[in-house]
């Protein structure tokens, strides 16, 4: 047996050692980690032929729908996540008994979302400001109907602690998407092609997500707990709608001012950028769904700075690199149609830096009985976006956008910051941040001076590993090895 051991490479060797030293969430995070990794790389892949098949103007369109979808998600996902977290956090009957009925309102929800959108496809393709196809709004408001029973039971899975079951459910459904999506691209079907493939996995994994939940919990409909629900996850929609604002409805501004091309760059230049959030998320997923009841813990406060803190760090860290490598991406995966796009994720990446520090500061306004708190903020932030964006779009077109994002989502962070600590006061604290925070800024405008080139990118990626060292060295972020874990490292 000892002999057989040897023979096992000394990398796997040192995972297995590690593996089981470490604690729970950073399991559950890595776990969450590799789903996402595996999703965002579907989507890379699927990005040139994206592209490549669809001219700039069609991709505008594709990105006016899924904007569109944000909308109709908000409205049938109704806040449910968000109140599942509330009422169905606990492990016993009565957690179990609110996660069966709210899974039952998001069923109700998800068949009035199918018949609204049949009903009314022609007068909602009319209002699109490009031209759309009743039939896409068929296979795209089929799909967002169904937003509640993919929702709901993924964050059940979160809630029990059931991190690889959720990696895996994500993945599953996201390989399914891709792999629809390319093939009805390919065959020439375009912009509908990408509907039909997102449909259809769509009505498998609310099927099979739901049915999995209600063998767990049961599937009940209980219309006298229903207005309860609602009044949680109602205010949160209209922060939802605010959030829409902040981040999408620039394009519908966009669409009337600048040509389809410019909006298709844009568009791809958002979707890059989006790297900053992915790779915070599986962080997020871990700790959103504790930090409301961790504030009630013994050490809870304490523990809850240090997670915000860490959060953060790996937030500005992660607009760093996406700030670096996105452009990269673009000239690499995208025809020359698309490569304007580049100049504009770094200031996409800072706003999603933005929004993801404002999320991480907002306990103490999730923390109340009701979501209006939330809601208010986020409209006001969203008030700041759409004022900008009058000002700014019709004389900077999208550089006018994309201040006015900027602009926002800054006001949405201070807004939160401030008036949650007026709620749950956090002993923050900004010292162990100054070192990571200017390795990732430094980072981000090296690339950006001209001349440089290639020294410019090396001494980038040098700025963020030196940023990652600090934020360990200086307790931003905990080291990923504990002194139990090197032991076992060392043993193996």
Known sequence: MQAARLKLPAGLLRVLAIWPGLSKGLRDTVFYGVSLGWTKALAMLTLPLLTAMLA???????ELLSSAA?????????GLVDTAYRFASGDDASGRRAAAEILGLGTLIALAGIGVTMAFASQLAAMMPLATKPAEIVLLGSAVALEALI???????????????YSAATALRSTFQASLVAGCVAMGWGVEGVLAGG????????????????????????????????????????????????????????????????????????KIAMIAALLTQPF??????????????????????????SGATLTVLAAAATGVVGPILIHALTPPAYHAAAAMVPW???AMALQSLGSLVN???????????????????????????????????????????????????????????RQVRLPLTVKPLLLPVAASLAAAALPQVPGLGLVGYAAAIA?????????VLGGALPSPLARRHTAALAAA
């Open 56 to 62: 700039p103007a069609d991709f505008a369109r594709l």
């Open 70 to 78: 944000e909308i109709g998600a908000l409205f049938a996902g109704a």
């Open 151 to 165: 929702a709901v039971p993924l964050a059940f899975m979160r809630m029990r602690g059931k991190a690889s079951t």
């Open 199 to 270: 449909m259809v996995a769509a009505v498998a994994a609310g099927a099979l997500l739901a049915a999995r939940q209600a063998r767990e919990t049961g599937l009940v409909i209980a219309p006298q707990h229903s207005g309860r629900f609602l009044a949680y996850g109602l205010p949160l929609v209209g922060g939802g709608l605010a959030s829409f604002a902040l981040g999408t409805a620039d394009r519908w501004i966009l669409a009337g001012t600048v040509p389809a091309s410019s909006l298709g760059q844009y568009a791809l230049a958002a």
């Open 284 to 309: 997020e997923l871990w700790w959103y769904p504790r930090r409301v009841g961790l504030l009630s813990a013994p050490d809870g406060i304490a523990q809850s700075a240090r997670t915000v803190t």
């Open 348 to 350: 996409l990446a800072a």
């Open 363 to 421: 306990v103490g306004c999730y923390a109340r009985r009701t979501g209006t708190m939330p809601m208010a903020i986020n409209s006001m932030a969203a008030v700041v976006a759409l004022a900008g964006y009058a000002a700014f779009i019709p004389g900077y077109g999208v550089a006018g956008a994309i201040a006015a994002t900027v602009l926002a989502q800054a006001a949405r962070f201070v807004l939160f910051l401030v008036l949650s600590q």
């Open 463 to 471: 700025a963020l590993a030196a940023g990652a060292a600090f934020a």
